[in-house]
């Protein structure tokens, strides 16, 4: 571990004496990527620092036992040796975890997909129910949300929604809402009170630059029609909408939000290189096996990942056994100790498959 520090140290200093050149100033791209680097190596660093001090600190306290011969001075540097002992073990726990293999997509703005699954008109509901969810807890972190596409349920809610999420680190933290969301409650159409199972399925996708995901527009079918959804006059009347039809694939996407075609056109291309990247990693996923799937984490769109049951008033991640009684709130967007709890539970489990490697 301390090879690997002393090495970002290095890195840290060299990336400190270039960011202030201003041949790498002028070049307004390399500085950002500097700059970028310089924030993530710091707090490594930071740490890195107190861990050497502490270091420090427990040689002199050990020095100070050797030849002090006072009681009282032996019995205070003794206690202060503990104390230094148990910051150290803290401090080292603290540097494993920010040595794990960073996720490069964490950083990234996000594609939030929801769909309506089993449960008919409640299932729509409950789509919509998580939107909202998704869309408060995108308010507190002070993300910027913006709806794609988006079919209506009969009854209210969606059938089906797509939005763009921007803010920074927004795929590291919502990364793990993929999968089934099942609901538990009574509908309000249901006149003997029994309890309905609904649920909906959750998509989060990093967002991916042209860079990142080259498309071929020869492969690429474009379609244009008139949008179906709210939005008055000028967008129903007019071949705004926007249908790309991915030949190789047969990925569809469409993108009806706005009323000007080309940006319709930018928001469906964002969506579809997203969609593509993912198909991407689903085949090297599937090439590494099945023993290096993430329980936490899996990217299985199919897999059961949370319960929202009204009656009990709680919500379970069933992926690492985590309850919460408070489900108003967590439908309100506080979601947050759920995210953190997961976070852990994949750092934890990071940290078993280093140490049985």
């Not at 694939?249 to 593509?276: H, P």
Request: with cysteine; glycine share 8%.
């Amino acid at each position: 571990m301390i090879d690997k520090l002393e090495a970002i140290e290095k890195k840290y200093e060299e990336v400190n004496q270039l960011i202030v050149d201003p041949a790498i100033m002028a070049d307004m791209k390399q500085y950002a990527t500097l700059n970028k680097t310089y924030k993530e190596l710091s707090k490594i660093i930071h740490v890195y620092q107190e861990y050497k001090k502490n270091q420090a600190d427990i040689e002199s306290a050990k020095a100070l036992l050797n030849t002090e011969k006072d009681v009282a001075f032996r019995e205070l540097a003794k206690e202060e040796l503990e104390n230094l002992e148990l910051k150290k073990g803290e401090l080292e726990e603290q540097l494993k975890l920010m040595l794990l293999p960073k996720d490069p997509n964490d950083s990234k703005n996000v594609i939030l997909e929801i769909r309506a699954g089993t449960g008919g008109d409640e299932a729509g509901l409950f789509a919509g129910d998580l939107f909202r969810m998704y869309s408060r807890f995108a308010e507190k972190m002070e993300w910027k949300l913006q709806v794609i596409d988006a079919t209506e349920s009969t009854s209210g809610g969606y059938k089906e929604i797509i939005c763009a999420i921007t803010g920074e680190g927004a795929y590291g933290m919502l990364k793990y809402e993929s999968g089934v969301h099942r609901v538990q409650r009574i509908p309000a159409t249901e006149t003997q009170g029994r309890i309905h199972t609904s649920a909906a399925s959750v998509v989060v996708l990093p967002e991916m630059d042209e860079v990142e995901v080259n498309l071929d527009m020869n492969e690429i079918r474009k379609d244009t029609f008139c949008s179906s959804g709210p939005g008055g006059q000028s967008v129903n009347t007019t071949y705004s909408a926007v249908r790309l039809t991915h030949l190789p694939t047969g990925i569809v996407v469409s993108c009806q939000d706005g009323k000007s075609q080309i940006k319709n056109l930018e928001k469906a291309l964002q969506v579809l290189r997203a969609r593509l990247y993912e198909q991407e990693l689903k085949k090297q996923q599937d090439v590494i096996g099945a023993e290096r799937k993430s329980m936490v984490k899996s990217g299985d769109r199919s897999d059961k990942i949370r319960t929202y049951n009204f009656p009990q008033g709680r919500v379970t991640d069933h992926r690492i056994g985590y309850t919460i009684h408070n489900l108003p709130a967590v439908l309100d967007g506080a979601i947050g100790d759920i995210i953190e709890a997961l976070r852990l539970a994949d750092n934890a489990e990071k940290l078993q498959q280093g140490t049985q490697a």
